[in-house]
């Protein structure tokens, strides 16, 4: 259920506002650590991340040089951008912008999709690639 409030109520309001959420932000932050119910740093399962540093930066990286080995101008290739989002435990899916020059010599742009998997002694490998038609 809503209230019709004029403007002058509404000014008030967001005075009010303005002037209370920084006290609250601030004894957020001066809250005794241990009284928070995970001590750890929060994960952030899309990006892969655990406390704002990428959890696998080494995915992106074996992605891009497995899609640069399948391609077929390797020297025409480049890593535009890409998102990295964790799946499971130790598997992520690596989604890449790219720009090449396909098997005619024209240039390209596309997307590409690698499933990655973290290996015994922190390598990475893709098992699975998925290249733009």
Avoid: H
């Avoid at 655990?50 to 480049?78: D, H, I, Q, S, T």
């Amino acid at each position: 259920m809503t209230l019709p409030v004029s403007r002058q109520g509404r000014r008030l309001l967001v005075a009010l506002a303005a002037a209370t959420l920084p006290t609250f932000a601030f004894a957020a932050e001066t809250a005794d650590p241990a009284d928070r119910p995970s001590a750890q740093a929060p994960v952030n399962i899309e990006l892969g991340q655990r406390g704002g540093r990428p959890e696998a930066p080494e995915a992106p990286v074996a992605c891009m040089e497995a899609v640069k080995a399948k391609l077929p101008n390797p020297e025409r290739f480049r890593w535009v951008r890409g998102t990295t989002r964790r799946v499971a435990e130790d598997f992520y899916s690596v989604v890449g912008n790219v720009e090449f020059v396909n098997q005619a010599g024209e240039a390209r742009k596309g997307d590409v999709q690698c499933d990655v998997m973290r290996a015994p002694g922190n390598q990475f490998i893709v098992p699975k690639i998925r290249l733009p038609q």
